[in-house]
């Protein structure tokens, strides 16, 4: 009997062998394209994140060089020539040389080139609120003052990314306005804020005490 199932089982051993290499042979090709699939996927993938690397280095060389010049009119043409790589190192790019624009003396190129990076829907709303924001306290805006206090209040928004530079700028619009108290009340609301930066809480400091005010206690 054990001679019997011995044979029996050799026997099913290379029934089973021979449909598994009769499957091999059918459906192989399957496997060995999945694992091409799977290898060429991982290389294009790291190969389209190394160069998007170097493009972003090229760019960041690129500025660097560009901002190494002593003057600010070289310094504009320089960054101009630039090609960003992406819509996002362009709006940075706009906001450096609107800076720049702004140091040489041509204050409204600079906030043309800010308003149009504020209004590109193609931006991400951080870019655009960062480029609108610098627009609405250049001194060429010709924004009115009420304009630019319900631009900022927009900015001031619960959760809003830029909502304490807003509320530092409302304030000075209320000192404008000549109306103190509510400046005071707005700056020393900052100085308790938790997340009001060493900067922002020395400015405002220092606002309270010009404008003859008391820095409440926290």
């Known amino acids: 009997m054990s001679d019997t199932d011995s044979f029996i089982?050799?026997?099913t051993e290379e029934v089973?062998?021979?449909?598994?290499f009769r499957l091999m042979r059918r459906y192989g090709w399957i496997a060995v394209v999945v694992v091409l699939?799977?290898?060429?996927?991982?290389?294009y993938r790291e190969y389209t994140r190394a160069a998007e690397t170097a493009k972003a280095q090229a760019f960041g060389d690129a500025v660097l060089a560009a901002l190494e010049n002593n003057d600010a009119a070289d310094r504009v043409a320089a960054l101009d020539q630039i090609d960003a790589p992406t819509a996002e190192g362009a709006a940075v790019l706009d906001m450096?040389?609107?800076?720049?624009?702004a140091l040489d003396g041509n204050g409204t190129s600079a906030a043309e080139r800010l308003n149009a990076a504020a209004t590109d829907g193609d931006l991400p709303e951080i870019y655009r609120q960062i480029a609108s924001f610098k627009a609405l306290t250049r001194p060429e805006s010709t924004l009115s003052a009420e304009e630019?206090?319900?631009a900022?209040?927009?900015?001031?928004?619960?959760g809003a990314p830029l909502r304490l530079l807003a509320e530092e700028q409302l304030a000075l619009l209320d000192i404008e306005a000549g109306n103190?108290?509510?400046a005071l009340t707005r700056l020393n609301a900052l100085l308790t804020d938790s997340?009001?930066?060493a900067g922002l809480r020395r400015r405002a400091s220092q606002l309270i005490v010009a404008l003859g005010g008391e820095i409440e206690a926290s």
């Open 148 to 150: 630019r206090r319900v």
């Open 9 to 11: 089982d050799e026997v």
């Open 96 to 101: 450096l040389i609107a800076a720049e624009e």
């Open 37 to 43: 699939l799977l290898v060429g996927g991982t290389a």
């Open 195 to 197: 997340e009001v930066t």
């Open 180 to 182: 103190i108290d509510a």
């Open 16 to 20: 089973r062998r021979d449909r598994l």
């Open 152 to 158: 900022f209040e927009a900015m001031a928004a619960p």
